[in-house]
């Protein structure tokens, strides 16, 4: 009898345990499942081009826009002549005719994107924007910038 009261306190035993392990990978199921585990849902919103052309306001629409206010901070005017985007298509040049952005001011840039997902979840751009120094005969220059935010 007692070997048998053993055997039957073990069973008990793995029995408690399972159902605790098992009522835990139900709960982190369901926290998977409804995105509360997806860490880019964790990360704030960004847009970083550096201090020199400063990324004021910013929004990335579900038709692919990318709106952006930037503010130029180099000390000189400055044009902007075009953007890439490193993992997406820009759609034409947003910038048909160099943009011109002077010492401390805003400008609104609208980019259109091939491909950008559903409304809800968080798009990163890696945008690439050639500029020049305001007059002309000046060497073009790159800056490389990203965008991190909800889709509206």
Known sequence: MVKQEKAQAALEYLTTYGWAILAALIAIGALAYFGFLNPSNLLPSKCDFGRQLEC????????????????????KDIELIDVEAIENTVLGNPFSSPLLISVGTTVEAQILLDYVKPAGDKQEVNLIITFERAGGGYPQHNISGTVFVIVQ
């Open 56 to 75: 004021v306001e910013y929004r990335i629409t579900s038709d692919g826009n990318v709106n952006l206010m930037l503010r130029n901070n180099f000390g």
